[in-house]
T-cell receptor
């Protein structure tokens, strides 16, 4: 059974600092990995999708890397803003989606 | 991408009652997924709904408690039956919106509180 772990569980940074969010998974035979953002009490917004054959994906200030062999993905958010405050979820797809518990980010103005 | 609308967005329900959540997608999709997110926890898949066939339930979820309908390629409902306070959660509808990419898109969720 796929186990997905996200560290840290919570993170508080001053505005402008770069964010580094980690996701690890136990079974490297994955189809893809997806990062989501969730605001309190809301649904999930897809941020980045990385296929198993890719090493990284970028969208604006966001960059996600994938190292299948070591079972790790990292989400980088450059120059954080208060609007980036949310919970970030990593989901690993091995033909069934397994979610991590998330990292709750607070960006202080 | 896919745009997903869920109704209701939130509701407060009495113990023992049932509530049906609707999920409408702006395009035809093969599979729709229903997830539950209990307070402070991550998402758990309840079932996968294919049009024209019975939904496939994950371990720990049964059709009598969470009946699902999938009448066409753009719509699905999830009913939470005989609710108890333990059913208080956010229920989320999801679709595979990416052509051959496997990217998932989610609705805004339905937040249920059972008293």
């Amino acid at each position: 059974k796929q186990e997905v772990t996200q560290i840290p569980a919570a993170l508080s940074v001053p505005e402008g600092e770069n964010l580094v969010l980690n996701c690890s998974f136990t079974d490297s035979a994955i189809y893809n990995l997806q990062w989501f953002r969730q605001d309190p009490g809301k649904g999930l917004t897809s941020l980045l999708l990385i296929q198993s054959s890719q090493r990284e994906q970028t969208s604006g200030r966001l960059n996600a890397s994938l190292d299948k062999s070591s079972g790790r993905s990292t989400l980088y958010i450059a120059a954080s803003q208060p609007g980036d405050s949310a919970t970030y979820l990593c989901a690993v797809n091995d033909y069934k989606l397994s979610f991590g518990a998330g990292t709750t980010v607070t960006v202080r103005a | 991408s896919a745009v997903i609308s869920q109704k209701p967005s939130r509701d407060i329900c009495q113990r023992g009652t049932s509530l049906t959540i609707q999920c409408q997608v702006d395009s035809q999709v093969t599979m729709m997924f229903w997830y539950r997110q209990q307070p402070g926890q991550s998402l758990t898949l309840i079932a996968t709904a294919n049009q024209g066939s019975e939904a496939t339930y994950e371990s720990g979820f049964v059709i009598d408690k969470f009946p699902i309908s999938r009448p066409n390629l753009t719509f699905s409902t999830l009913t939470v039956s005989n609710m108890s306070p333990e059913d208080s959660s956010i229920y989320l509808c999801s679709v595979d919106g990416g052509i051959n990419t496997g990217e998932l898109f989610f609705g805004e969720g339905s937040r249920l509180t059972v008293l």
